[in-house]
């Protein structure tokens, strides 16, 4: 889905939303130095796979929590996690690195991909 469409099926759901467009950040420290109109809800967007590339992941975690694949790997059954490719995000979320967004599920037309929010 592109922007519009994106916008289309949140009003068509009766789903409230508010736009704030940024340049695309790769780490917390660019996000930093972005200002937000609601820093309380700052998250990191990770888009993950197993050791296979079988099963990819999309986590949301707040912004001032480190991050641990290990301990998620355990208490959610997974293979062994690292962050997928450039060329995976695109493939699968229709998206590019820095522009992570739980709204990329929208792209994932198999429902393939499972959604962790922490």
Same mark, same amino acid.
């Given at each position: 889905?592109?922007?519009?469409?994106?916008?289309?099926?949140?009003?068509?759901?009766?789903?409230?939303?508010?736009?704030?467009?940024?340049?695309?950040?790769?780490?917390?420290?660019?996000?930093?130095?972005?200002?937000?109109?609601?820093?309380?809800? /700052?998250? @990191?967007?990770?888009?993950?796979?197993?050791?296979?590339?079988?099963?990819?992941?999309? +986590?949301?975690?707040? #912004?001032?929590?480190?991050?641990?694949?290990?301990?998620?790997?355990?208490?959610?059954?997974?293979?062994?996690?690292?962050?997928?490719?450039?060329? /995976?995000? @695109?493939?699968?979320?229709?998206?590019?690195?820095?522009?992570?967004?739980?709204?990329? +599920?929208?792209?994932? #037309?198999?429902?393939?991909?499972?959604?962790?929010?922490?």
């Amino acid at each position: 889905m592109n922007k519009n469409e994106t916008l289309h099926y949140l009003e068509q759901h009766g789903i409230k939303y508010e736009i704030v467009e940024h340049q695309a950040v790769y780490n917390m420290a660019e996000m930093e130095q972005i200002e937000l109109p609601h820093p309380e809800a /700052d998250a @990191k967007n990770m888009f993950v796979r197993d050791d296979k590339k079988r099963n990819y992941y999309l +986590l949301t975690i707040k #912004s001032n929590k480190r991050v641990n694949l290990k301990q998620f790997r355990e208490e959610n059954g997974t293979r062994r996690l690292s962050f997928a490719s450039p060329q /995976d995000l @695109k493939e699968k979320l229709g998206l590019e690195p820095g522009s992570v967004t739980p709204l990329g +599920l929208l792209n994932d #037309s198999h429902h393939e991909i499972p959604f962790y929010l922490d």
